[in-house]
């Protein structure tokens, strides 16, 4: 079931040791768009909504340059995994599992992500 986001007040929460932390409102998040969220140990998480309404967060920071951009990458599917592209070099990460798909030795941070 797809849910209008001016229909739900639905947050987006991220897995963090033990608990869940709120990032934002599930509306903030478009279906195909990155949105990057600081977390309060100071790092950055790029979070992700497909088509499908299935929620995905990852480090932002692209591993091969060292710069937080993966907010702003490209989201496709290769081979039936979604993935985001960094909007630098283009290597593109597996959004369920973090693994670069270009250099399998190099794997981003993945979170648990929810909407409640």
Known sequence: ????PETTDLKVQLRLADSW?????LHRLEPGRGVAALLP?????????DREDRLYGI????????????SRGLTGTHQGRTFVASPLLKQRFDLETGQCL?????????????AR
């Open 1 to 4: 079931m797809t849910l209008a």
């Open 21 to 25: 932390y709120t990032v934002c409102d």
């Open 41 to 49: 140990d100071g790092r950055q998480v790029a979070l992700f909504r």
């Open 59 to 70: 480090d932002n920071r692209d591993p091969f340059v060292g710069a937080a951009v993966l």
């Open 102 to 114: 270009d250099d399998e030795s190099v794997r981003v941070a993945t979170y648990g992500v929810r």
